[in-house]
């Protein structure tokens, strides 16, 4: 409805009141003309609705007329107003339209007949339960043959014949139409663009059936030719690319074909250097294939296969040393002359007769000589066996080779020649500058002596060292005993007297045959000291003062280390003898050999305060009272450890009459004891004091020195815990 049919409608209603009339309505819609009914029934206005064609172009158009009045007598309104109802009837006037211009499908080359492609949609606005809106699809136009069509009601779009080949046609367009009224009404078009997709159903093909190439000798990584392919599968794609392979004529693998991707041809280049002289023509047979496997229906290609001709060329190789390097080896001190060794070369190129030309390259001792046409090579002088280029006995030289051909090639061989060491060299002593010994066979560490030999192993050391058997007397007074292959340590064989001794030596080198020598060797012989070195003369001891040398000096330094050493050992000794003491207390030791180390009077029990037997304090109190036999009451101090027969203790002179003299007193009777070797201190172990009687401890005699472990109560280790039921068990009464 439109606003021409709505003023209408305005217009009609505001006249309805005026006139009723039926002007050619059909009568279906005046349910009233009805034949009356029995019943009586209340009479109102019924209207009927009132349908109007919609898009009626005629305005104002007349829908009915009303004429008649409901009044009563009295003039007034029966009836109130009715509403009336107007249908408006659909009329096809909206075209179908498709929602989208161009529908787009894809679809596989070769698809069968039914196969879903896309589908097309269209809308209309008329009302969807009329004819107005029953659309119908068609294909219009489409390029011939005709492969596809189109479902009329839904819009879907299949394939309906085979023949589909994206090689001849890779897009197709059709032209769509929609129409209402189911195909008779109104129309659109749309269009809907088909892609063919490509499918492996062209197999690649070689352009010929032929190819021939010239490939250089000796080279590699490099490309030889191109072989042409053909694929009408779409480019690119892997139904596309090409894939080359070497069926036969290749069994070294010197050749490759690798695939161009832009243009798709196969590029052979050769991978192992060619050999003009071991094969001078190839003759392969290559095969193409696409990297997608090939539909089973595709056409059988003609030309999948191909012959492939490659001559080699033939160019100017290098000379060949057969042996390189060549090891050979020459006796040391070879004369000037010596044959060597024939380093020659051979040239592959057999078609041309080329000849080879030697030179040295490398000879940094200028000693070699080397034939230019032969490869001859001999020593033109002697060696030096101490050359700088005799590395571990080997002496390299570098020979080249050179041919003719143009251009003109080279190579390099290396000679190593190993010098045989000839055992043309004795070993010589190497003694120390000041060979000196201690004249007493175990003192000292005798005298180290060296050899050096100036052949190589093996005719160098190991040395042998031997007294010369020239001097039959040597062996009494010498030993010599071998420390390693190179040094030996000579030693008297007893207490030989100081001063110069003249030996001789035998010296043998292990070569085959030993070379030997026999070498003079003066030998100081020296009175050492404890530690072994020698003691310095009287002599360079008067020296003194100032000017002591600097050995003698080391000579004292070491003295007193030696002093201190013998010190620290005697302490540890005591020490030593100390703990042994402590453990044989434990143990149960009856025999009286063992007793010895027993009854050490290491320490003597002291009295305390209430001793008067040991010391008498009143001596010290009056010197003058002093006198010598009451200094020492009973027996004197005497320790097994104490060096005897020395002489007894010095007996202190007179105390001084005065006390201003006690002061010299107490040093005279300090510096007798301490000159005095007899008398304790030795050291750190000392005398404290001697037991006296009276003391509440008892008699603390050492343990040994009692009458026996019987006279021992030991019962009270019973209570000292399970610990030491051991020893209860041991020691106590059954
Ligand atoms: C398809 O055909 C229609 C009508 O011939 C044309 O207007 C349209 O451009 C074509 N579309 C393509 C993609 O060729
Ligand atoms: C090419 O062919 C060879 C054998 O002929 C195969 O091993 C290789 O995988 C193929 N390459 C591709 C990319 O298909
Ligand atoms: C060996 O030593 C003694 C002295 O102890 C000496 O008389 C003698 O000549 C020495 N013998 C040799 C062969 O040196
Ligand atoms: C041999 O012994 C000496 C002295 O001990 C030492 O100096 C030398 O290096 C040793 N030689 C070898 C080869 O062990
Ligand atoms: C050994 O001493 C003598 C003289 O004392 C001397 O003639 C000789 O050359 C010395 N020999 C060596 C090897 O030093």
């Not at 010498?478 to 008297?492: E, F, I, M």
Request: charged share 20%; aromatic share 6%; hydrophobic share 35%.
């Amino acid at each position: 409805m439109d606003a021409a049919l709505l003023l209408a409608l305005g217009l009609l209603t505001q006249g309805l009141d005026l006139c009723w009339g039926y002007p050619g309505l059909p009568s279906t819609l005046y349910p009233w003309r009805r034949p009356p009914t029995l019943g009586r029934v209340r009479r109102a206005w019924v209207i009927p609705p009132i349908s109007v064609p919609e898009n009626y172009k005629g305005l104002p158009y007349m829908l009915v007329q009303l004429k008649v009045f409901a009044l009563d007598l009295g003039g007034a309104i029966l009836e109130e107003p009715t509403d009336l109802e107007v249908l408006v009837v659909d009329q096809n006037d909206n075209r179908p339209a498709f929602v989208q211009e161009v529908f787009v499908g894809r679809v596989l080359e070769g698809a069968a007949p039914g196969t879903y492609v896309t589908r097309a949609e269209a809308t209309d606005a008329d009302d969807p339960d009329t004819d107005n809106a029953a659309l119908q699809y068609s294909i219009l136009e489409q390029a011939s043959p005709e492969l596809f069509s189109i479902h009329a009601r839904t819009g879907e779009i299949r394939t309906v014949h085979v023949g589909l080949d994206r090689e001849m046609v890779t897009v197709y367009n059709l032209t769509l139409q929609v129409a209402d009224m189911s195909g008779e009404g109104l129309t659109a078009t749309a269009s809907a663009i088909i892609s063919v997709d490509d499918i492996n159903d062209n197999a690649p093909e070689f352009t010929r059936n032929e190819f021939s190439m010239e490939a250089t000798e000796a080279v590699s990584g490099v490309d030889v030719g191109r072989l042409e392919v053909e694929d009408r599968d779409l480019p690119g794609s892997p139904n596309w690319v090409a894939n080359f392979t070497i069926l036969e004529g290749d069994p070294s693998g010197h050749f490759n074909i690798r695939t161009d991707p832009r243009t798709n041809e196969g590029v052979l280049s050769v991978v192992k250097p060619l050999d003009y002289e071991s094969c001078a023509q190839y003759e392969l047979r290559v095969s193409v294939q696409n990297e997608a496997p090939l539909q089973a229906a595709a056409p059988r290609s003609r030309q999948g296969q191909a012959r492939l001709s490659i001559r080699v060329q033939d160019i100017n190789e290098a000379p060949v040393f057969p042996k390189n390097p060549l090891r050979t080896s020459l006796a040391e001190g070879a004369p000037p002359g010596t044959f060597v060794a024939t380093f020659s070369a051979q040239d592959p190129d057999v078609e041309q007769l080329q000849r080879v030309s030697y030179s040295k390259d490398y000879d940094p001792e200028d000693w070699l000589r080397v034939d230019g046409a032969t490869g001859w090579i001999q020593t033109q002088r002697v060696l030096s066996p101490t050359s700088p280029f005799l590395k571990d006995g080997w002496y390299r030289a570098i020979v080249l080779a050179l041919d003719d051909g143009s251009p003109p090639r080279t190579a390099t061989g290396t000679l190593s020649v190993e010098i045989l060491e000839v055992n043309d060299h004795a070993p010589a002593l190497a003694p120390p500058p000041a060979p000196s010994l201690c004249s007493e066979p175990d003192r000292g560490p005798g005298l180290l002596l060296g050899a050096t030999d100036q052949d190589l192993p093996p005719h160098g050391a190991p040395f042998r060292f031997h007294l010369s058997p020239t001097e039959p007397g040597l062996g009494r007074n010498w030993s010599l005993s071998q420390v390693n292959g190179t040094h030996a340590r000579l030693r008297p064989r007893h207490t030989l007297p100081e001063g110069l001794h003249r030996l001789r030596l035998l010296l043998q080198d292990s070569g085959q045959p030993p070379q030997e020598r026999e070498q003079p060797l003066n030998v100081t012989v020296c009175r050492c000291g404890p530690g072994g070195a020698c003691l310095p003369r009287a002599a360079a001891l008067r020296v003194g003062g100032a000017g002591v040398g600097l050995g003698a000096l080391a000579l004292v330094l070491g003295s007193a280390a030696v002093l201190l050493l013998l010190v620290l050992l005697v302490l540890l000794r005591a020490q030593f003898r100390q703990r042994s003491r402590d453990r044989s207390l434990l143990r149960r030791l009856h025999d009286d050999d063992d007793l010895r180390d027993n009854i050490l009077n290491y320490n003597e029990q002291g009295g305390g305060e209430e001793d008067q037997n040991a010391y008498d304090l009143n001596q010290l109190r009056h010197p003058s009272e002093l006198a010598a036999p009451s200094f020492t009451p009973g027996r004197p101090p005497l320790r097994r450890e104490a060096p005897q027969g020395r002489g007894r203790p010095q007996v202190p002179r007179a105390p001084p009459a005065s006390p201003a003299d006690i002061a010299g007193f107490i040093r005279d009777g300090l510096q007798a004891a301490d000159s005095d070797p007899t008398v304790p201190p030795y050291d750190t172990a000392l005398i404290y004091d001697y037991e006296g009687d009276g003391s509440v401890a008892g008699t603390l005699s050492s343990p040994v020195s009692s009458l026996g472990d019987e006279d021992q109560d030991y019962d009270y280790l019973q209570d000292w815990g399970p610990r030491f039921a051991r020893l209860a068990d041991l020691y106590g009464h059954p």
